[in-house]
């Protein structure tokens, strides 16, 4: 049921109409913002939403079987609220979505919500970015549990895994700049591969407080998954920490913690059970 002031509910029936559509945006990291579709700022309750920021909704379908009513938000990006070296940074992916509906003539009445969710990932393309809105029944589709695999399922330096990333982290500083997804470092001599499936955190420069996964490593040259969204700069300072590759092999020979391995790495594959079923046929 949902929950709506008389006041408002009047004002719906009404034959001309002032509504205005609102949403309130909680990124991963508490920072909020809001926008309308109104034609001049709004606040309500405490929030600031901001008028022609360039966001266009696609209709919202609310379903009551529980399957999931997803909506999209695209638009141009709006240099005063939204930055497309945030949106590369990952900082709005998952964001929760608060969607309402007001009368903007008169705020008192209250708001009518219609949509609570989160942001899926965040694409952008030409000046331009895409967000799909998933609502709560989104979590009903997701399946829980875990299934026999030869490689583990913890994340390295999780509380199943047990590993003390102290040990497996390196800091370092740029010494050489490829690309804003290719640099290298002097001071790290690790074998090649040691940090492939790694993790770089930013501690200085234009990126710091940002994360990437790294895709290769070799002699000392690290290379990004992704571009980092800001310029990688000589001297950004930043601390890489070893990748893992969930093989039984490695959780042996390279973090020696074969006890905590959350994996099946004797299970016989798929090929092997063919092969024993054939043989009863």
């Given at each position: 049921m949902r929950n709506i002031t008389p006041a408002l509910q009047a004002h719906f029936g009404l034959e001309t109409t002032s509504i205005a559509t609102i949403?309130?945006?909680?990124?991963?990291?508490?920072?909020?913002?809001?926008?309308?579709?109104?034609?001049?700022?709004?606040?309500?309750?405490?929030?600031d939403y901001l008028a022609a920021t360039g966001f266009t909704p696609s209709d919202v379908a609310l379903k009551g079987d529980f399957s999931v009513s997803n909506l999209e938000l695209d638009g141009v990006l709006d240099a005063a609220s939204i930055s497309e070296g945030d949106l590369l940074a990952g900082k709005y992916d998952y964001a929760e979505v608060l969607i309402s509906l007001?009368?903007?003539?008169?705020?008192?009445?209250?708001?009518?919500?219609?949509?609570?969710?989160?942001?899926?990932?965040?694409?952008?393309?030409?000046?331009?970015?895409?967000?799909?809105?998933?609502?709560?029944?989104?979590?009903?589709?997701?399946?829980?549990?875990?299934?026999?695999?030869?490689?583990?399922?913890?994340?390295?330096?999780?509380?199943?895994?047990?590993?003390?990333?102290?040990?497996?982290?390196?800091?370092?500083?740029?010494?050489?700049?490829?690309?804003?997804?290719?640099?290298?470092?002097?001071?790290?001599?690790?074998?090649?591969g040691y940090f492939s499936g790694g993790q770089v955190n930013w501690s200085s420069g234009a990126n710091v407080?940002?994360?990437?996964?790294?895709?290769?490593?070799?002699?000392?040259?690290?290379?990004?998954?992704?571009?980092?969204?800001?310029?990688?700069?000589?001297?950004d300072g930043f601390t890489v920490i070893a990748g893992c590759d969930k093989a039984f092999s490695t959780c042996l020979s390279k973090f020696n913690n074969g006890v905590n391995f959350r994996g099946e790495p004797h299970v016989p594959g798929m090929d092997a059970i063919l092969q024993t079923s054939g043989t009863f046929r």
């Open positions: 949403w309130k945006l909680t990124r991963r990291d508490g920072v909020v913002l809001g926008f309308t579709d109104a034609v001049a700022d709004l606040t309500l309750e405490g929030a007001v009368n903007y003539m008169d705020l008192s009445q209250g708001s009518l919500v219609i949509k609570r969710g989160w942001l899926g990932e965040v694409s952008f393309q030409r000046n331009q970015f895409v967000a799909e809105v998933r609502g709560l029944s989104q979590k009903l589709q997701q399946n829980f549990g875990e299934v026999f695999s030869p490689g583990c399922r913890a994340n390295l330096g999780d509380a199943r895994c047990k590993v003390a990333l102290a040990g497996f982290s390196f800091s370092g500083v740029v010494s050489s700049v490829v690309s804003q997804q290719i640099f290298k470092c002097a001071a790290l001599t690790q074998s090649a407080g940002l994360q990437m996964e790294v895709k290769d490593f070799l002699n000392g040259q690290l290379s990004l998954v992704l571009p980092m969204p800001h310029n990688v700069q000589i001297g």
